[in-house]
């Protein structure tokens, strides 16, 4: 899971497909976390709560990363990424 | 008294505060007279701690006088015993020294109201005649040698800023940086002689060493090469290149003193400090800063005593810079560069008479000579120059050739002048006769050669003053037509008189019951036949003077020109100055100094240059690489994380 969301994040085009690849590489790592801490030290609760917080976060950062894309896409009329080059030294 | 002591030196360095902070906003006269009450004060405090010091009863077991620490700071330790200190000692030249600074000083204050009135930054010249005393104060009541030398640097940089205090001109500039110069090369062989002094004996007080070195005397053991006792022990035996390491550590303390009083090798900046304004060299480059050297001397006195060799070189310098200055005064024609050499001449007399002083010759005559002739001459060298800026204040010029015939017009001046002019030539009711008697007298109990070398050159001394004098007095004026000179204002006057009153009766002050090299009691008597001669010589030169000089006549002109190499050498000060120049420009910027900025240039700079170019040559090349792709960063970014995930994974297993 967490490699499909590093191949959609190198490959896709689309500033909206490639922040799906990034959501889907969090959850990769949320469900990491909450499995090992389940079968390596099944009495502690670290790994669960790490996860929450992690899910929480991501909420807020897809919710700035898409107010970002929206702001891009009024100012650029674009959203594909090979276009959005004007960083460029 | 400590209380006392204390505003003495805090006064001023108030002062200078004030005046220097605050000076801008206050008018001329309430800056001038601020640093007159300041002064004033001072010079009361002063001469009551000089006076209750030298009636009270402050005397040791023998019956000498003893030196009296009256408080003594921790400043800086750098081991158990190496410890800086700040404090106040008393003792009788320090004492002496505590009539003479505030005197000068006081005076030069209530002149320069008069002489400076209207210049502009007449605020920031009190303000800086506040320093220089406070320095100079600081400098006297030293109890340990480092003291003395951060106030020794002190004096040094009042100095400068008060010879450049005409920033405009470029003579001043540059005259104040050479004097700067000069002055802190010689300190740098004082510095060393400290190192040295203090590594020995792991001590700075000045009650410490020089209590050693007298008892060390007494012991007998003035050798070259010990043994010494006490904290003197580790000179035991020490020699380098040649000369025992307490030579090279008094030859070196007495470098720092040769170039602040103005000695033979780095006199140079003497003449040129001539640039500040004339009270400023009557205070610092006449009466007090110049005799710092002297003064060096004299309170490192005993030590000296234990090394003969290094008495020799001050007794040689000495009568060198003597007899040169002499002849070089001879032939001047602005006249504080005559008075300028006089006072080279007359430290020198000062050197010459430390540097021949033996305890067993008149239980140390020298040096109460030595003494009493700072005293006599700080107040008539004073005067002499207070009359020349009189002088210079109503002609507005500096070379006597416009100055002709002036006694009808300035009687005040001239009297006193002429009062100055006989105590420095040594006629006997004059204070100046005394003290150089005193010295001639020492000389000639040394040996015969010092004596006459002395004498013939206080007959030098004799002459050039007096030609000095018939050529501002009497010659018959050419063109005076402008305007007619007059005596300065009050203000100016009274110094004058009262330094002329000081120098008439001086020499009756019985000296060596006061200033004695141990602190016992001295009787002065005066030699008959050393005075006789002395005075002889004195009035033969005067009258030579007075035929050559008395109006004008080609006389001089043809002595001139018949000894004509003689004459141009001496008129352009036996080419010191191009010497000098010559070294410094041709040997030490060409041979020294080129090669060096040539290295720094190629070498060094290329290294640094070479450092750039390589950097910013890489960036260009790799600058393809930040394209604005995001796609491409994250890319690289995974490539080099597996890279490194690998090497870790093939490193751990």
Redesign the interface.
């Known amino acids: 899971m967490f490699c499909c969301g ?1 191949y959609g ?3 896709r085009k689309n500033l909206i497909a ?1 922040l799906i690849s990034l959501e889907l590489m969090l959850n990769a790592v949320d469900i990491n976390f909450v499995v090992f801490n389940r079968f390596l030290y099944p009495g502690q609760m670290e790994g669960m709560m790490f996860t929450l917080f992690a899910i929480a976060i991501a909420a807020a950062e897809t919710g700035l990363a898409i107010a970002i894309i929206v702001n891009l896409f009024r100012w650029a009329r674009n959203i594909d ?2 276009d959005l ?5 | 008294m400590e209380i006392i002591s204390i505003f003495i030196l805090c006064i001023p360095l108030f002062m200078f505060l004030l005046l220097g902070l605050t000076g801008m906003k206050m008018s001329h006269k309430l800056a001038g007279i601020l640093g007159c009450l300041g002064m004033g004060t001072v010079l009361v405090l002063s001469y009551w701690t000089a006076f209750s010091y030298f009636f009270g009863d402050f005397y040791t077991a023998g019956g000498d006088r003893a030196a009296l620490v009256l408080w003594n700071v921790d400043w800086l330790a750098f081991t158990q015993n190496l410890v800086i200190r700040l404090g106040f000692m008393l003792d009788p030249i320090s004492a002496m020294m505590l009539i003479v600074i505030p005197t000068i000083s006081f005076m030069v204050h209530l002149y320069s109201m008069g002489y400076m009135e209207g210049e502009k930054g007449f605020q920031r010249y009190f303000a800086f005649l506040s320093l220089f005393s406070f320095s100079m104060l600081g400098l006297v009541v030293a109890t340990n040698i480092f003291q003395m030398y951060i106030f020794w640097e002190l004096v040094g940089a009042s100095s400068y800023l008060l010879i450049g205090f005409f920033y405009k001109l470029p003579s001043a500039v540059s005259a104040s940086k050479k004097a700067f110069i000069v002055t802190r090369f010689a300190d740098l062989g004082f510095l060393l002689g400290i190192l040295i002094l203090s590594f020995c004996t792991q001590t700075f007080d000045f009650i410490d060493i020089t209590s050693c070195a007298v008892a060390n005397y007494d012991a007998g053991v003035a050798s070259f090469t010990g043994p010494f006792t006490g904290i003197l022990t580790s000179f035991s035996g020490m020699t380098f290149l040649g000369a025992s390491t307490l030579t090279w550590a008094l030859v070196l303390i007495f470098m720092g003193g040769m170039g602040k009083s103005a000695m033979l090798p780095l006199h140079i900046w003497l003449p040129d400090a001539m640039e500040g304004p004339t009270p400023v060299s009557a205070l610092i480059h006449a009466a007090t800063m110049v005799v710092a050297g002297v003064y060096l001397v004299a309170r490192l006195f005993p030590l000296y005593l234990l090394e003969m060799s290094a008495m020799n070189i001050i007794a040689i310098v000495g009568c060198i810079t003597a007899f040169y200055a002499a002849v070089v005064a001879c032939t001047q024609i602005d006249i504080k560069r005559v008075l300028a050499f006089s006072t080279i001449s007359q430290i020198a007399f000062m050197v010459t008479a430390l540097g021949i002083a033996r305890p067993e010759i008149h239980e140390g005559l020298g040096f109460m000579a030595s003494m009493f002739h700072l005293f006599t001459h700080a107040m008539f060298k004073a005067l002499l120059f207070l009359g020349a800026g009189a002088l210079i204040h109503a002609v507005h010029s500096n070379n006597y050739t416009a100055m002709h015939g002036l006694r009808k017009y300035m009687p005040v001046t001239h009297i006193t002048f002429l009062i100055g002019c006989l105590a420095i030539a040594g006629i006997p009711p004059f204070s100046g006769f005394f003290s150089k008697d005193e010295i001639l007298a020492a000389a000639f109990e040394n040996h015969w050669f010092w004596g006459a070398w002395l004498t013939m050159v206080a007959g030098l001394t004799a002459f050039y003053m007096f030609r000095l004098y018939y050529m501002i007095f009497w010659w018959k004026e050419h063109d005076c037509a402008h305007h007619t000179p007059h005596d300065a204002p009050m203000v100016m006057s009274i110094p004058l008189i009262f330094l002329a009153a000081v120098s008439c009766v001086a020499g009756f002050i019985p000296f060596g019951h006061f200033v004695t090299w141990n602190g016992a009691n001295y009787d002065i008597h005066i030699v008959g036949w050393v005075a006789i001669t002395s005075i002889c010589v004195a009035v033969l030169a005067i009258l030579l003077a007075t035929k050559m000089y008395i109006k004008e006549n080609p006389l001089p002109d043809r002595l001139a020109s018949t000894f004509n190499g003689l004459w141009t050498a001496a008129y352009h000060r036996f080419y010191w100055d191009e010497l000098y120049m010559w070294i410094t420009h041709k040997v030490i910027f060409q041979c020294v100094c080129r090669p060096i900025a040539w290295f720094d240039r190629h070498i060094i700079d290329g290294t640094m240059d070479g450092f750039a170019k390589v950097t910013q040559w890489t960036s260009w090349q790799i600058r393809g690489l930040q394209s604005g792709n995001v796609q491409f960063y994250v890319w690289i970014y995974l490539v080099g994380a597996l890279a490194l995930g690998t090497i870790a994974w093939i490193c751990l297993l």
């Open positions: 590093v994040f190198i490959t490639i990424i090979r080059n004007k960083m460029k030294l």
